[in-house]
């Protein structure tokens, strides 16, 4: 299984992206999928989570009401649509995938590559 996460780039703060994070080798629906990031001197944290049934997703305190995950089981991938971006929102962005996993503790099996989100002030 390999995730390929992308959509990442410079923006200004109030500006938007969205990530996307393919899936390859395994089905998506199969699995809970989490957005982390790591900004620099920091610990990797979890951001945001669906599981794998998506009747669940969780948001970390820091972006409730501004980001939003998704997923799209026939293209076998996540989204992570971030407005209202914030200059603390900089930091590199990874997915996740944990097999069937019922809450968003981990360990998650499979990891992305990361992309790099940078929000100007």
């Known amino acids: 299984v390999q995730l390929q996460a992308s959509g990442g780039g410079l923006v200004q703060a109030g500006g938007s992206l969205r990530l996307s994070c393919a899936v390859s080798?395994?089905?998506?629906?199969?699995?809970?999928m989490g957005w982390f990031r790591q900004a620099p001197g920091k610990e990797r944290d979890l951001v945001s989570g669906?599981?794998?049934?998506?009747?669940?997703?969780y948001y970390a305190d820091s972006v409730k009401g501004r980001f939003t995950i998704s997923r799209d089981n026939a293209k076998d991938t996540v989204y992570l649509q971030m407005n209202s971006l914030k200059p603390e929102d900089t930091a590199v962005y990874y997915c996740?995938?944990?097999?069937?996993?019922?809450?968003?503790?981990?360990?998650?099996?499979?990891w992305g590559q990361g992309t790099q989100v940078t929000v100007s002030s």
């Open positions: 669906i599981s794998w049934r998506g009747s669940n997703q």
């Open positions: 996740a995938a944990d097999w069937m996993a019922a809450n968003y503790a981990g360990p998650f099996d499979y």
């Open positions: 080798g395994g089905t998506v629906s199969r699995y809970t």
